[in-house]
């Protein structure tokens, strides 16, 4: 009896943990949406995720038709016939390569396209007939550039005159996430900007521009320019830079708006002006003057053309209100596999319009849910980092101890990894069918009706888990037996009993009960942590508790 009450405290420790849990996630959840109108600092910027190192690794050779050569590149020469010449030849300072019986020939500003013919019409000069010419850019001059502005790393950075913007801005660690512009960049030279780059056309289009550096190029960072927040029905949801020309068509082509998406709200400081009093004042630091806050909405089609101010917070949001529902109905029975009722429907209204058999177990009706499945997952994993923590920070005080406690966290640890894999089930406990008519639907729900069935299946640390085919005589003792038995005593493990609907019941002073075991009924048998063995082994029994309650699955350490 003792046993039963400590477990049964363990499930109410549980049960008000995952509650409190919720609250706190709810809680975490509502004050991320309330501060998302306003606060920008912790939210993604479209592109951040460019310069990770991608662009840096590898130098580009030219092959560009119209690069056009330069002091420095590297060409092969190959000319056959009434010459015989192979070299590797470099652009000298005049802008010349020189082959022998032939003499210096001019390049310099040469496209690529056109080297093959201007060397043959400088080598067929000297050589009428009888010869031909092929002519290719090995690679590029090698020039050193500044990176300036709103960059991680400013300096000096070598590459080929071929190379990329990217691969400059990648070698100087990236654009600074929190002032530096990916529309505002610039390539000086001779202290005169010489192009304007946006790096949003080669994230939305692929397009890049055709830059050829020179020795002394400055590529300038300019600050980031006004901003809008993106949230809702959109692929990506964060900070879009703007530009003066940005309207909304831009911004969702740019974001990938869901399929489902209906509406458009933006809400944005008013432009400042006086204010009376019966206008909204909003007065924080992110709202200077205390401007007022005007939300207007629009449809889809309404709002591709719509300006929108920096610093406004844009909702995408779906005003579609489903009229039906689609439910997976599973299991023994002969309805349809896929039931659609009207959207508000319930647990009862769909059961009365199931076709049951004589081998339906009607008792034992099963619901499992996305959203349970989802938050069962969410506190298991916070069950496992809070434990994970526990077994980082232990300290011991000697070095025994200390040996002793490594080789437990090794264990633990590795127990922890396979413990993040178990996917939770997501069962809705179903007791009372009274109840059945408050229960309503959700879209992607799963109804089971079990069979019935004459079996009782043991799991756990038996030697043979198996099925057994229910005896009346037998109680949980004798089912365990006819399992082989438990891998070490009985009286070192915690005894569950499922039950067809899923509920569990302890079985842990109750095993010589025959009244407790039913048809349909599974025994766990789950091993107790060695609590001279493993400091947190009570910790360890509760997460056990936990993975088998969500997944039905023993996973013992």
């Known amino acids: 009896m003792k046993q039963l009450m400590q477990f049964i405290i363990l499930i109410g420790f549980f049960t008000g943990f995952s509650s409190m849990a919720s609250v706190a996630l709810q809680q ?42 330069t002091q420095g590149d590297n060409l092969l020469i190959q000319v056959w016939g009434a010459i015989d010449y192979q070299a590797e030849v470099t652009i000298d300072p005049q802008g010349n390569i020189f082959i022998p019986k032939v003499g210096p ?49 400013p300096g000096l950075y070598q590459g080929q005159s071929a190379d990329s913007v990217l691969r400059f801005i990648d070698q100087a660690g990236g654009i600074r996430n929190d002032i530096g512009s990916y529309r505002n960049i610039q390539l000086k030279r001779n202290n005169k900007t010489i192009k304007q780059i946006d790096l949003y056309a080669f994230l939305q289009l692929g397009t890049i521009p055709s830059l050829q550096f020179q020795d002394g190029d400055v590529i300038f960072i300019g600050p980031k320019q006004g901003e809008v927040t993106i949230e809702g029905h959109v692929g990506f949801s964060g900070q879009y830079e703007l530009v003066t020309s940005s309207t909304l068509k831009n911004i969702l082509n740019a974001v990938v708006v869901d399929e489902q998406a209906t509406h458009i709200t933006v809400i944005a400081a008013e432009p400042a002006r006086p204010l009376t009093p019966s206008q909204l004042i909003v007065s924080d630091s992110n709202n200077p003057g205390n401007r007022p806050i005007n939300a207007k909405q629009y449809t889809l089609s309404q709002a591709k053309y719509i300006k929108v101010p920096a610093g406004a917070l844009i909702k995408v949001s779906s005003q579609l209100r489903p009229s039906s529902i689609s439910i997976d109905l599973i299991g023994e029975h002969n309805s349809a596999q896929e039931m659609v009722l009207p959207w508000g429907s319930s647990l009862a209204d769909l059961l009365a319009q199931a076709q049951f058999t004589p081998l339906s177990n009607q008792d034992a009706v099963q619901l499992y849910r996305q959203s349970v499945a989802k938050r069962q997952y969410d506190m298991l994993q916070a069950s496992l980092s809070a434990l994970e923590q526990n077994v ?26 396979k413990a993040r894999q178990v996917e939770p089930k997501g069962q809705v406990l179903l007791n009372d069918k009274n109840a059945f008519s408050q229960i309503i639907l959700q879209q992607g729900d799963r109804i089971v009706i079990p069979a019935k069935r004459n079996l009782v299946m043991i799991h756990g640390e038996v030697m043979f888990p198996t099925a057994i085919a229910y005896n009346p005589k037998l109680d949980i003792e004798d089912f365990i037996n006819k399992a082989g038995g438990t891998n070490t005593d009985l009286d070192d493990m915690n005894i569950l009993v499922m039950k067809p609907n899923g509920s569990f019941v302890s079985a842990n002073d109750q095993l010589s009960e025959e009244q407790l075991i039913g048809p349909g009924d599974e025994i766990f048998v789950i091993s107790k942590p060695d609590e001279k063995g493993f400091q947190l082994a009570k910790d360890i029994t509760q997460i056990i508790f936990q993975i088998t309650m969500s997944a039905a699955v023993v996973l013992a350490i």
């Open 28 to 69: 975490e959840s509502t004050a991320e949406k309330t501060a998302s109108i306003y606060d920008t600092d912790n939210q993604q910027r479209y592109g951040n995720w460019l310069f990770n190192g991608g662009f840096s690794q590898y130098s580009f050779s030219a092959v560009d038709p119209n690069y056009q050569l």
């Open 392 to 417: 980082l920070t232990k300290r011991s005080d000697t070095t025994e101890a200390a040996q002793l406690r490594q080789a437990e966290a090794e264990t633990i640890l590795k127990w922890i990894e």
């Open 105 to 153: 020939i001019k390049v310099l500003g040469v496209t690529n396209a056109r080297l093959n013919q201007v060397i043959l019409n400088s080598v067929k000069r000297v050589y009428k007939s009888n010869v031909e010419v092929y002519a290719s850019l090995m690679s590029s001059q090698q020039v050193k550039v500044f990176l300036s502005g709103m960059v991680n790393q």
